[in-house]
């Protein structure tokens, strides 16, 4: 299968793996900036997916995106350190016109998936997870709340904290320097690159990674001054 | 003006593909700006035989910079600081007085070092006898004007067609890979009629023998680019990547 066998298959993967994890990213932003503007409307949105059996199907095949995209990672770049020959360079100069986060994809990858640790643990677990598990209550601290009320969550990690809130700036600019190499990468990886397309690939990979860091960082600051949107008391308490 | 310069060498020797290479230190004193770098490395030789030792092996033909045999990796790039030119055009006005110049061989896998700084670029000729040829026999020359082809296309065709087989690609890659070499010489017959017929076939064939030899796998980190002496660009990887994945799909 050539898919599996051959570089360019292999490559294929990751391009068409990393794409898929980037509208995963739209999507989750866009129900963010719904908390930023009201809580009411983010739980709204959490009870709608809940765990029910698209939401967890979507999980799924979310998953599998994540481990696809990062074993063929691991795979590639083992192969490239072999192909590199046992004797390093002595110097190694990076050309001009070669962006350092092109050559730091799997250690921007991997900072990425430690953050992503953290927040399933905040998250996913005493939610989706919590409600598979049968539970309809889960503590968040002092208080108990329901595994969909995702705008107490926000408040209870975000609203005041600024260690969790500045690790998810970090999470973000490693997000960042991530996008803007891998995505107009995926599309050369396709074939849908020439001379004219280059610099335009270029530039819309850097719009589209400074939207979607630049919203969520804006968003999790809000979170962190005022907490979800609205009228929160009304939201968060006794749900 | 050019100056004479003294400058400290730092060269990699190494005796065989199976030996343990080191660095060796040398002085060289009195050397004109306009002299080339080859040519410093010629009188470094002579020096070394005058003292009773060994020269440094290194691979150099045509000096005019197209033929491709010559290679070195100075001071961190293939073919030294200069862009768009091979280290036989490279001269010593690049550099300053006392300053110390490291050369190193190409470090891949898919050029194992033969001796000093000489290594085996045999990879490269088996990936074009793999398929960058076209195999009918054409005859004689047609009328110019017998198959139209469009401008944009010929030029295209003949830029990827200026690509010298250095190895200087898989040299600056990090990953070891040598996907602008095959795609330029995919590209060069891609784009033209008389290369169409064959396409699918040859950027198949090209692409598992890259494979087999062990070569990386392209990030797109485009360092093969920016160090290339002809200036190939990247876009020819993606018509490779376009030629390879349309030719399995229609399988």
Partial sequence: MWLLNSSIGKKLIMSISGLFLVLFLLFHLSMNVAAAFSGEAYNMICSLLGANWYAVAATLVLAAGIVIHFVYALILTLQNRKARGNDRYAINARPKGVEWASQNMLVLGIIIILFMVLHFSQFWYKMMFAELLGHHEVALGAATVSPQDGAAFINYYFQGNILITVLYLIWYAALWFHLTHGFWSAIQTIGWNNTIWMNRWICISKIVATVICVLFAIITIVFYVNGVGGDCAAVCAGH | ?251
């Fill in chain 2, 1 to 251: 003006m050019d100056k004479d310069i003294n400058i400290i060498l730092k060269v990699w020797r190494q005796k065989g593909p199976k030996e343990k290479g080191q660095f060796e230190t040398y002085q060289l004193k009195n050397i004109n700006q306009g002299t080339s770098f080859l040519e410093m490395l010629d009188i470094l030789n002579e020096q070394l035989i005058n003292e009773g030792k060994d020269p440094v092996v290194f691979d150099h033909d045509c000096r005019e910079g197209i033929c491709g045999m010559c290679s070195l990796y100075v001071n961190g790039h293939p073919h030294g600081p200069a862009t768009g030119a091979t280290t036989c055009q490279l001269y010593m006005r690049r550099f300053n007085d006392g300053e110390t110049i490291t050369i190193e061989p190409w470090r891949s896998a898919g050029f194992p070092v033969i001796r000093d700084l000489m290594v085996d670029r045999y990879a490269y000729d088996k990936i074009i006898q793999a398929g960058g040829f076209v195999s009918v026999n054409t005859g004689g020359v047609p009328d110019a004007n017998a198959i139209a082809i469009p401008k944009d296309d010929a030029e295209m065709a003949m830029d990827a067609a200026a690509c010298i087989g250095c190895g200087a690609c898989a040299a600056a890659c990090k990953n070891g890979s040598a996907m602008l070499f095959v795609s330029a010489k995919v590209s060069q017959l891609a784009l033209l009629p008389q290369g169409k017929v064959e396409a699918a076939r040859r950027a198949k064939a090209m692409v598992a023998k890259m494979d087999e030899l062990g070569f990386g796998n392209c990030t797109n980190t485009r360092a093969c680019e920016m160090e290339c002496p002809k200036n190939i660009s990247v876009s020819n990887i993606a018509r490779l990547n376009r030629e390879f994945i349309s030719a399995k799909l229609q399988d």
